[in-house]
């Protein structure tokens, strides 16, 4: 059994940066990949960018594509999702999930409570 835990939102102004974080428990992290979705309101849930489990791929979705960065620490049992160049339209709550192996955008089988980012105009 893994458990994520989603923490880092909050609420920022346009053009402004946060850094979420996901902390796994559990012994398969490090084989994991790990995904971030996100919900808005009224909307379903989209895949926002994903990192192998090595880090050494990660792929993202094009309305976040050079805004946003992914990272791990598997020493930490960590994985990072680095937000920058906010804009209001990324208001959401930001979901982290693992699986083992690809694709990296569906079929996670682990997911966090999720966390709240809001940026305001």
């Known amino acids: 059994q893994v458990q994520l835990v989603e923490s880092g939102g909050g609420l920022v102004q346009a053009g402004g940066s946060l850094r979420l974080s996901c902390a796994a428990s559990?012994?398969?992290?490090?084989?994991?990949?790990v995904g971030w979705f996100r919900q808005a309101p009224g909307k379903e849930r989209e895949f926002v960018g994903a990192i192998t489990w090595s880090g050494s791929v990660t792929g993202y979705a094009d309305a976040v594509k050079g805004r946003f960065i992914i990272s791990r620490d598997n020493a930490k049992n960590t994985a990072f999702l680095q937000m920058n160049s906010l804009k209001p339209e990324d208001t959401a709550v930001y979901y982290c999930?693992?699986?083992?192996?690809?694709?990296?955008?569906?079929?996670?089988?682990?997911w966090g409570q999720g966390t709240q980012v809001t940026v305001s105009s």
């Open positions: 559990g012994r398969t992290f490090s084989s994991s990949s």
């Open positions: 999930a693992t699986k083992i192996g690809v694709p990296l955008n569906g079929g996670y089988e682990y």
